[in-house]
């Protein structure tokens, strides 16, 4: 089992920015692909980003594009994501996922671990 603890979230101004972590430990052996998902009040769940083993694929949706950066350091088994330019409409509650087939597909149904969530809270 693979266990994953997110940090690094907050409250932030609009046009701010913050940098997401997640720590994985457990059965780390293995070729994961890694990512984050979203839950904003009301709305279901959505994909931001996702990082395959290697570094050399990512992903983002195109609501994040051009703003948020995904990378990992798998010596840490750890991900990041670094927002930038945050607006109010990024407030979610973030979730670190991994996926064993490292494949990194932007859907929930593809990752087999979850996080418990960091809350961002964007103020405009």
């Known amino acids: 089992q693979v266990q994953l603890v997110e940090s690094g979230g907050g409250l932030v101004q609009a046009g701010g920015s913050l940098r997401l972590s997640c720590a994985a430990s457990g059965r780390t052996a293995g070729y994961y692909a890694m990512g984050w998902f979203r839950q904003a009040p009301g709305k279901e769940r959505e994909f931001v980003a996702a990082?395959?083993?290697?570094?050399?694929?990512?992903s983002y949706a195109a609501a994040v594009k051009g703003r948020f950066t995904i990378s990992r350091d798998n010596a840490k088994n750890t991900v990041y994501l670094q927002m930038n330019s945050l607006q109010p409409e990024a407030t979610a509650v973030y979730y670190c996922?991994?996926?064993?087939?490292?494949?990194?597909?932007?859907?929930?149904?593809?990752?087999?671990?979850w996080g418990q969530g960091t809350q961002v809270t964007v103020s405009s």
């Open positions: 996922v991994a996926d064993s087939l490292d494949l990194g597909r932007p859907k929930a149904s593809g990752y087999d671990h």
């Open positions: 990082i395959r083993w290697s570094g050399s694929r990512t």
